[in-house]
């Protein structure tokens, strides 16, 4: 890795770290875990679907709050505020800028990834001694709650390009967050509209428009195919070759908006 | 004039902007060679253009037409900001990080070893006055504070060629005298320092040549002497000169 990328991804890992969005972030899973053994009871039976059901909710708000609230503001504020002038005024170059920002981020949120997927497994682990009726999932496995895990990280990464992508290509905080969100509801809804409509049980579509659908759904990121947890509660045996697929789309994907983000980026008046 | 010669060298360089739905010239064909080891003042009224010259050295933005050279090389290479130490206008900082981290960062990213950027830090802000808020994280400094630690970034890697943007900007008395003497200091040590100003107090007596620029135009360019004609006072003579332009 350049000396670039490292040092920016230091920094900005520092400043994310530090940031008062990062903090309430990780007040609230508290708050939540604790709210989280009080809920479970209230379950008489599949407190282990329950149980992993919450959890991973518990790692996406968390993750999708950083990815919007830390990393659009940051990458918005270097650009406005103008400072992005203390790194590029050095022999840094943007590339090297924009991929040191992005590692930086991605450490961060893993940190928060992590922090919060220990406190939801701790705080199961209390909740199997304390509460009778608490029980693991079936067959549970440590092998594929870290794939899970790391498969809703990945998920993130890739909205975080997004995020990055978008907060490149209009400069406005709001807008960003307005794009990101929007990706994020769609990315994780498309593709059981089409399901749906394939169907034909509920809604009935013309052929066309199910193909302009299919077509929309391969430029938006298909963020669903990341959501491994019915394995997870469930038991069930994980599909190898999918879950290797999904994860070479989710870095190509990721990839690409790279390529987009540059391309932006080295173009983009810093005034 | 070798171009070596010449840390800084603009030729004809037109930059406009789209303001609304019409694009305005703001640059109209600068042209500008800095010596080595001279001062150079750049002075101009609000809005005169300064602060989009030296955006256009810096690299931040791109101009329309004409030539940037930062010693020999063009501003999109990174490199060339290698030898550079470079003040914005109003500084801001990540707010979270230290002025030691930052700083740190500053050198690293220059090329200097941590050792050598933890020897020079303490020198240079001890020497601007703010080294007891060395650990202090900067969303907590004063507006004045934050000028001193912008002009610790710039000077940290000790730098051959100096382009400050408005420097005394924000500085008390105390911290313009300072800067002076800094400025002064570095002159004598070699170093060539091209800094904008909209105050003219000090550039008559720091500055070897000038600049005038006035809504994106050159008026003058040249020692500070054949700038004050016929006795007339310096800030007469600038007085003099925009509302000539004004008028023509
Ligand atoms: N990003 C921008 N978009 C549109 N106009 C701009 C932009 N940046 C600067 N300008 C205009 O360029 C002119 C010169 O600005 P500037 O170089 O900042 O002046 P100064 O000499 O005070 O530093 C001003 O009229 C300003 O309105
Ligand atoms: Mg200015």
Redesign the pocket.
């Known amino acids: 890795m350049s000396n670039g990328i490292s040092l920016v991804a230091a920094i900005t890992i520092k400043e994310g770290l530090r940031n008062r969005a990062m903090q309430g972030i990780l007040a609230i899973a508290v708050l939540l875990c604790l709210a989280y053994i009080t809920i479970i009871p209230m379950f008489a039976f599949d407190t282990g679907k329950v149980a992993v059901d919450l959890g991973s909710a518990f790692v996406t708000v968390a993750g999708l709050a950083i990815v919007i609230f830390l990393g659009i503001a940051l990458l918005t504020k270097d650009i406005h505020q103008r400072t992005v002038c203390m790194i590029l005024s050095r022999p840094i170059s943007r590339t090297d800028y924009v991929i040191g920002k992005y590692c930086g981020l991605a450490v961060t949120v893993l940190l928060a990834v992590l922090m919060i997927a220990g406190l939801t497994i701790f705080t199961s682990w209390i909740g199997t001694k304390l509460i009778l009726e608490m029980k693991p999932p079936r067959n549970f496995s440590w092998g594929v709650l870290s794939i899970s895990v790391f498969f809703q990280y990945l998920s993130l990464l890739l909205l975080m390009a997004v995020a990055f992508f978008f907060a490149c290509l209009t400069t406005s905080e709001y807008l960003s967050m307005l794009f990101t969100v929007g990706i994020y509801v769609i990315g994780n809804s498309l593709e059981t509209i089409i399901a749906v409509i394939q169907e034909g049980q509920y809604v009935k579509v013309g052929p066309a428009y199910l193909a302009i659908l299919k077509a929309v759904a391969w430029i938006f990121p298909n963020l669903s195919a990341f959501d491994l947890k019915v394995y997870l509660s469930y038991g069930l045996p994980l599909p190898w070759s999918q879950v290797g697929w999904t994860a070479a789309y989710g870095i190509c994907y990721i990839s690409l908006l790279a390529v987009a983000t540059l391309w932006i980026f080295k173009r983009k008046?810093i005034? | 004039m070798n171009l070596i010669d010449s840390p800084i060298h603009l030729h004809s360089v037109e930059k406009s902007?789209?303001?609304g739905f019409s694009c305005?010239k703001?640059l109209h064909g600068i042209s500008l060679s800095i010596h080595v080891g001279e001062v150079f003042g750049f002075i101009?009224?609000?809005?005169?253009?300064?602060?989009?010259?030296?955006?256009s050295i810096m690299g931040f933005i791109q101009p329309e037409s004409g030539e940037v050279l930062i010693n020999g090389v063009a501003p999109s290479v990174p490199q060339s900001r290698k030898y550079i130490g470079y003040l914005p206008?109003g500084p801001r900082f990540y707010e979270r990080l230290t002025a030691a981290e930052l700083l740190l960062f500053g050198g690293r990213a220059s090329g200097m070893s941590k050792a050598k950027v933890c020897e020079a830090m303490d020198l240079l802000l001890d020497k601007l006055e703010i080294l007891n808020a060395k650990d202090r994280v900067i969303g907590t400094y004063s507006k004045g504070m934050k000028q001193r630690l912008g002009l610790a970034l710039s000077l940290i890697h000790d730098p051959a060629t100096l382009i400050l943007?408005?420097p005394m900007s924000g500085l008390d008395p105390i911290g313009r005298n300072l800067l002076k003497n800094i400025i002064l200091d570095l002159k004598a040590r070699g170093k060539t320092i091209f800094f904008?100003t909209?105050i003219l107090n000090d550039v008559e007596t720091l500055c070897d040549r000038i600049g005038l620029?006035h809504q994106?135009r050159m008026l003058y360019c040249g020692d500070v002497k054949g700038f004050k004609e016929n006795g007339m006072g310096f800030e007469d003579r600038f007085m003099q000169l925009i509302s000539t332009a004004g008028n023509g």
Not at chain 2, 44 to 55: D, E, F, H, R
């Open positions: 008046e005034t | 902007f789209m303001q305005h703001i101009g009224p609000n809005g005169a253009g300064k602060s989009t010259l030296i955006n206008e943007d408005e904008s909209h620029i994106g």
